[in-house]
């Protein structure tokens, strides 16, 4: 290792192995995130400085193992072979020791310089479970730290044994499979020309290439290599009949009889344990009746908090920006120069007093109840019905981060493994009232003409999204391949991590959003002081005034609605020129109804089509956008008729 | 379908049961395989979600709790276990 390069150290594990709790507790609150080349896929890293050595701590999305079945797996792992870190720290649940396993003989096979972090041993003693690291540890030729990231319990011993690997640069070896098996290995390793571009070692490119028969790189091999194609048929049909099974079953056997053989010697159960509090909780959480009826009384306190929160943060906010404004036009006068403060004042108040107080909270109560394990259960509970519109379970969690913004809630849809589930997951979501969103229909619903109104706007929200989820399953006919989600066991929320995440979610928002909110609101001012918006209300007149039966002045609205939904709100007071409290003045309230049907379904922000573009696909992106100003202009007549 | 064999749908709650074959194609198998199903593992059904919801699975061999849908529960095959788990 060069002397001058900070070694990269990557934390790779299991979903809900408790791998970011046990980053946090490393990286503190230095940690960033961004995204990985080409992708929208995140990951967190940081350098940390332990004691005068300086070490860049990253920490990878969560993956089974290293067959990758969803795309976020798949970048993850890419990163992995590419990068070449000089650690690798294996997170293991301990309270499912084999099948954390599986993936750490999977990394030993790797043959990077590797440190298991064998975490979670408090659930696992009150599971009855006693670990014997040492004998783990001999087992699998790396060393074994045990620990309790929530409560940084083993991350200095961990940290020490990272360093000492690092100083001796000693990597793994694979711990032998049933010699039939690592005898067709061994013909594959033969096999391999000397040029061969190898992942990691020899013997891991071959059992890779074994496995990933059905996968495109094996048609790109019969082109490139058809010799090596050959024999490698050959190997794998001679493996098949062997075994009397596909080989990627062989292997995954073999792994799995070795992983439990480890853990069944590294490990003892006591018997006679009492039932614990959490698998107690459970039972109640997903029961049949008492788990929808948490479930909704979750959903319900959920929205409560947010607003009981935001509305009351909301006006403590905006009071000064409006004050300010107010002080600057009696001492400017409507000079160019008082309509650039204004935009400027506009565009920072929009995002400090209207976003955060909404976005902030919901964005803590998601990654709380993420930490707990319970959006895995409200999955469980909600299959059936995703199910009617042609989806399941595991669509609730980007269902519910749409909630807060439709752009993450978009790139989380990449945990689906099928094609189909994720592009239908991702057309509705733009359906979801997002945060800013959210903050139109209670500014203006809400507020206007009661909670109950609002109420039914969400309800009404939720039904228009099924329908449309029944309607466009009918046009995708591959089936769903279903539900196969892993219920974690139940954790207390750690607030560190819980806080530090809502920051960075934050962080990247403000980063993405605020220009955009700022350049807007200036846009828009300029746009008044020179009299253009005039202009873009007559082009949209035809729709706005006759179409909607909307104020002309509303028809520039629209177009920065598209640029973020939360500017609609300022923009439609200031092209009303009116002060928010006195809008019912100039427009009615099926006005208002009207406004903010269209305004939440006309079209996906900039930023949620950019989104939709890359994940799906441009002819996706276009199928969403004709989607919502269909639905916005059926939907706004349809309420202009009735109310 | 082996003898004595039934889906996972078909199967009595509460009781343990082996995993002796799972069918499908290679993705789904795949994902059961990392997600800790494999033949010979002994199972239980926990719960069924009412509307035709998925089911909650007990691994007892690998300890973690898993949700199938049913579309997913019809491929796994498994017998009854007497005695213990």
Known sequence: MERNRVPVVVLVGQPNCGKSTLFNSIAGPKAETSNFPGTSIKHTHSRVNIEGRLLDVIDLPGTYSLCPSDPAERVALSHLFGEKPDVVVNVVDASILSRGLELATELNELGYPMVVALNMVDVAERKGIILDAPGLAARLGVPVVPTVAFHGRGVKELLDEVFRVLDRVQKPRPVAWSDDVEAKIGEVTALLPSEFPLVSNARFTAVKLLEAESMPCGEMLSEVDPGLKAGLDRVRKELEELRGAPVYEVIAAERHHLAMKIAEESSRLLHGKQTSWDTRLDSVLMHPVAGYLILAGVFFAFFLVIFKIGGPLESLLLGPFVRLKDVLLARWGPSLGFYLAEGLLQGIGGGVGIVLPYFVPLLFLMSALEDLGYLARAGFLLDAFLHRIGLHGKSVSPFILGFGCNVPAIVATRTLESRRDRVLTALLIPFIPCSARTTIILALVAFYLGPFWAFGFYVGNIFLIAFLGWLISLFLREPSPGLILEIPSLKPPSLKHVAQRTWLQLLAFIRFAWPLLIGGSFVLSLLSYFRADALINDILAPLVAKGLGLPHELGITLVFGFLRKELSLIMMLQALNVDYRSLLTVISREQIIVFTVFVSFFIPCLSTCAILWREIGKRWALVSVGLSVGVAIALSWLVRLIV | ?85
């Open chain 2, 1 to 85: 379908m082996p003898e004595g064999s039934m889906t996972l749908i078909e199967a009595p709650p509460n009781s343990p049961l082996r995993i002796v074959g799972v069918e499908g194609g290679e993705a789904v198998r795949r994902r059961l395989f990392c997600l800790g199903f494999h033949k010979d593992d002994v199972v239980r059904v926990e719960s069924r979600a009412p509307f035709r919801g998925p089911l909650l699975l007990w691994n007892a061999t690998s300890g973690c709790r898993t949700a199938l849908g049913r579309g997913v529960a019809a491929k796994v095959l498994v017998q009854t276990v007497d005695g213990e788990e």
